[in-house]
């Protein structure tokens, strides 16, 4: 075995379920009792990890007190505010079990619905996502955006889900294990996850109208989303070859300044047009300058994604499993 591969500790259970938690103070309560069910039901050893993210009401003292009645309930309480992805990532470094399950604590996930995911995992994916296939939210402000959003974010990332917004997802432990999250970017595991190399597949799940509290995610979120997508499709085309996206740019600009320059000349030979009276030797000149530019942007990424898989000894692929051979040959 790999000296560098993870190993599960005799002790850790066989489930995490991890949940951000911002001013939830009246859900609480009924949401736990609604996951330590589901768990009862599934008999199945398993951890709850709450992840305060710096709630402003008492969520972070009815958390203590569920965490001093239930050995399985972990409570990690942040300093402040970071945000739901941050919140996750939390949960994700947290959590020991082999499965991996997010959701919000809000009471619109049903924890039943885990044995479903669970189920779908048994059949041979690596990530099961849920659909809310009825969303109880408002029509104009959540669901038509997100029905947007959906769409473009799987013909971006090239994984087809109806619901990336939905919280309630199962993943295997290896598929997160190097996995990094900024920005906005926690709906997006899934495609970090495929692009590993991980099955990826969706089942309905239910979801319920919000009767305590109020969302903390409304259509503004859509901006971040757009940067968000943005970085993705950089990432999914370019990410070990950015000399490509930024010579591409530099090439481009550098045909401009190019036919630039041959126009000024040809006004100027052919109808004897003074330099100074057409915009095109400065376009030209400009044009250059901005070819340069890219060219020069494009070998400083290829240095720094060179030493960030380098330094790192980071390969540029993952193994899902290997066949055979020596165990000599594996180390």
């Known amino acids: 075995m790999d000296s560098t591969e993870s190993v599960k500790p005799e002790t850790a259970p066989d489930l995490s379920l991890f949940l951000p ?24 050893e398993a951890e709850v990890i709450f992840v305060d993210d710096g709630s402003k009401d008492g969520s972070l ?20 505010n970071y945000g739901q992805t941050a ?23 049903d924890p039943a619905d885990i044995e ?12 099961v996502s849920g659909w809310r296939v009825d969303r109880k939210d408002k029509l104009f402000t959540r669901k038509i955006p997100s029905w947007m959003a ?22 295997r432990r290896e598929v997160l294990k190097d996995v990094r999250l900024y920005g906005e970017m926690h709906r997006f595991i899934p495609i970090y996850a495929a692009w590993a190399g991980a099955r990826v597949t969706e089942i ?19 901006v971040k989303v757009i940067f ?3 970085t993705i499709k950089f990432l999914a085309s370019y990410q070990t070859k950015p000399l490509y996206v930024f010579g591409s740019f ?68 993952s193994i899902r499993e290997r066949i055979g051979g020596s165990e000599e040959g594996k180390s």
């Open 116 to 127: 479903k995911l669970l189920a779908k995992l048994e059949e041979g994916y690596d990530v």
């Open 250 to 317: 530099g090439l481009i600009a550098f045909l401009l300044s190019l036919t630039a320059a041959v126009w000024a000349f040809v006004l100027k030979l052919v109808w004897a047009v003074s330099f100074i009276l057409t915009p095109l030797p400065v376009i030209a000149i400009v044009m250059l300058a901005i070819s340069i530019q890219f060219f020069l942007m494009g070998l400083l990424a290829e240095l720094l994604v060179r030493t960030y898989h380098e330094s790192q000894d980071k390969a540029i692929y």
């Open 204 to 222: 309905p799940v239910n979801h319920f109208p919000r009767i305590h509290g109020r969302s903390k995610y409304g259509i503004s979120r859509t």
């Open 21 to 44: 938690v911002f001013n939830e103070e009246e859900n609480i309560r009924e949401m736990y009792a609604k996951i330590a069910s589901a768990l009862d039901a599934l008999n199945r």
């Open 228 to 230: 968000d997508l943005i």
């Open 61 to 80: 003292s009815e958390l203590r007190a569920i965490a001093q009645q239930d050995p399985r309930v972990v409570v990690i309480a942040l300093r402040r």
């Open 150 to 171: 959906n769409r473009v974010i799987s013909a971006i990332g090239g994984v087809h889900l109806h619901d990336y917004g939905c919280s309630l997802k199962a993943y």
């Open 87 to 109: 919140a996750m990532s939390a949960g994700i470094d947290a959590a020991r079990g082999e499965i991996l399950i997010p959701m919000d604590a809000d009471l619109q996930n």
